[in-house]
Nanobody, 118 residues
Framework: QVQLVESGGGLAQAGGSLRLSCAAS????????MAWFRQAPGKERELVAH???????YYADSVKGRFAFSRDNAKNTVYLQMNSLKPEDTAVYYC????????????WGQGTQVTVSS
């Protein structure tokens, strides 16, 4: 079992920055594919970025060049550095984990609210 706890959300102005953290329990954290999703009001949950166990990252086009996803396996923590924030980045952000690309994301955090004002 893996438990995920997000932190770092809040209010930012457009053009500003926030850093989200996701702390994971479990001794095999380094083996997991970790991801950030977000869900804005009235919209479907969407994948923002993921990082593999080897550190390879993927970003949605909407955040590419602005967000950076990193992992610290020694601390069982992943981070999402969000720069040049836009009002359309406003959403609840969720941390998720899975063991293989063929598996669904079966571990989820509780979510953290990010609000960007114009």
């Amino acid at each position: 079992q893996v438990q995920l706890v997000e932190s770092g959300g809040g209010l930012a102005q457009a053009g500003g920055s926030l850093r989200l953290s996701c702390a994971a329990s479990g001794r095999t954290f380094s083996n997991y594919i970790m991801a950030w999703f977000r869900q804005a009001p009235g919209k479907e949950r969407e994948l923002v970025a993921h990082v593999t166990s080897g550190g390879t990252t993927y970003y949605a086009d909407s955040v590419k060049g602005r967000f950076a996803f990193s992992r610290d396996n020694a601390k069982n923590t992943v981070y999402l550095q969000m720069n040049s924030l836009k009002p359309e980045d406003t959403a609840v952000y969720y941390c998720a984990a899975r063991t293989r690309f063929s598996d669904p994301y079966n571990y989820w955090g509780q979510g953290t609210q990010v609000t960007v004002s114009s």
